[in-house]
Nanobody, 121 residues
Framework: QVQLVESGGGTVQPGGSLRLSCVASGTIYTFYVMGWYRQCPGKQREMVAIMTNTEGTDYLDSVKGRFTVARDPTKNMVSLEMNNLRTEDTAVYYC???????????????WGQGTQVTVFS
C-alpha cells in the first residue's frame, strides 16, 4: 500500500516562508504526477502546484512567482517552497501523487493526510 507523508506545515506571519515536503513509500513502479493541493476554510480543494514525470509544472494563478514545486525522484519526494505567504494561503495542504504500483496496475491517485499552514499577523 502506498503512503504519502507530509511535513513542514506551521504558522507564519504574512510575508514569511515555509517549505512543505512529502515522501511516498510502498510499492511504486512509476510516478506520473506529484504535487500539492489545498483546502481553504469553507472552500473546495484546489490544485496549488504539480510536477509531471517529464518535469512539466502547473501552478494556481495566485501562487505563481511565490511558490515553487520540486521533485527528488531518487527519494520519491516532492516539496513546495512557499514564499511571501499571504493570509489567504491559510489552508490544509495535501500531497498528491498519480502513480502505478506495478507495471500492470492502473494509475491511481494517492493523498497524504494533510498539513496545516496558517498565515496571520
Amino acid at each position: 500500500q502506498v503512503q504519502l507523508v507530509e511535513s513542514g506545515g506551521g504558522t507564519v506571519q504574512p510575508g514569511g516562508s515555509l517549505r512543505l515536503s512529502c515522501v511516498a513509500s510502498g510499492t511504486i513502479y512509476t510516478f506520473y504526477v506529484m504535487g500539492w493541493y489545498r483546502q481553504c476554510p469553507g472552500k473546495q480543494r484546489e490544485m496549488v502546484a504539480i510536477m509531471t514525470n517529464t518535469e512539466g509544472t502547473d501552478y494556481l494563478d495566485s501562487v505563481k512567482g511565490r511558490f515553487t514545486v520540486a521533485r527528488d525522484p531518487t527519494k520519491n519526494m516532492v516539496s513546495l517552497e512557499m514564499n511571501n505567504l499571504r493570509t489567504e494561503d491559510t489552508a490544509v495542504y495535501y500531497c498528491n501523487a498519480l502513480l502505478k504500483e506495478t507495471e500492470d496496475s492502473p494509475a491511481k491517485d494517492y493523498w497524504g493526510q494533510g498539513t496545516q499552514v496558517t498565515v496571520f499577523s
